[in-house]
């Protein structure tokens, strides 16, 4: 079984920085793409930031410029930089990663959730 778990969510002001986490734990093969969504009250979950197994990165138009996404394999984490915060930033964000593990005798790659993280930007 696999898992992952966020941290680093909170309450910030308008133009602060907050840095998410997202750790992988369990029986790992491979960790694939990764990403980051997020979802506001009323609202669909949508694509925030996403990472290839080799680094390639692609932004949401609405967070380009202020957020970076990275990765470390060794640690099996994914980061989640975000500044310049905007009040229109407020969300859950959830880590999302496509996880190579052994189920039923055979590799399977699941898709895997975490459970999300809150931030609230504060105007």
């Known amino acids: 079984q696999v898992q992952l778990v966020e941290s680093g969510g909170g309450l910030v002001q308008a133009g602060g920085s907050l840095r998410l986490s997202c750790v992988a734990s369990g029986s790992i093969i491979r960790i694939n793409a990764m990403g980051w969504y997020r979802q506001a009250p009323g609202k669909q979950r949508e694509l925030v930031a996403s990472i290839s197994s080799v680094g390639s990165t692609d932004y949401a138009d609405s967070v380009k410029g202020r957020f970076t996404i990275s990765r470390d394999n060794a640690k099996n984490t994914v980061y989640l930089q975000m500044d310049s915060l905007k009040p229109e930033d407020t969300a859950v964000y959830y880590c999302?990663?496509?996880?190579?593990?052994?189920?039923?005798?055979?590799?399977?790659?699941?898709?895997?959730w975490g459970q999300g993280t809150q931030v609230t930007v504060s105007s």
């Open positions: 999302k990663a496509d996880i190579s593990t052994v189920r039923g005798g055979s590799v399977r790659t699941l898709a895997t």
